[in-house]
């Protein structure tokens, strides 16, 4: 990915951030949404954007769903504040990326390591003690 298509998306994921913050009124939208990332395409005229949803399933989809309602303003207002010669068709996903990271971290965490010393054996460590040179070294 380009230096510039980097830019972009950031800059995107930026924009729609506030547009949702301050301009959407849905009560769909109450719930803590953010935009975790905007992948767009090689040559700029589509973008996926992922939103992260706090709370339960229906939360997430209903959320979703009202994002997808304003997809059309939102992009009418993207065209005013992101200086592009298209501006990028934007289909909105669910970011399931950090549920996974902690379910994923849960079970990192159940495992115990089978190959772990006792505590005896790790005392008994042999140390690099050398006797000090009259000199200081």
Do not use: C
């Amino acid at each position: 990915m380009s230096r510039r298509t980097e830019r972009i998306n950031e800059q995107l994921r930026e924009e729609i951030s506030t547009l949702l913050t301050r301009q959407i009124k849905d009560p769909r939208l109450n719930a803590v949404i953010s935009i975790t990332r905007v992948v767009s395409s090689g040559d700029l005229r589509s973008a996926r954007v992922y939103i992260s949803v706090m709370g339960n399933q229906e939360t997430k989809q209903a959320a979703l769903d009202g994002i997808q309602s304003a997809a059309s303003y939102l992009r009418r207002e993207l065209r005013d504040r992101i200086n592009m010669k298209h501006t990028p068709f934007l289909s909105y996903q669910l970011d399931d990326s950090l549920a996974e990271a902690d379910h994923m971290l849960r079970l990192m965490n159940k495992i115990k390591p089978e190959d772990q010393l006792p505590e005896a054996e790790v005392n008994q460590a042999p140390t690099s003690e050398s006797p000090e040179k009259p000199g200081g070294g």
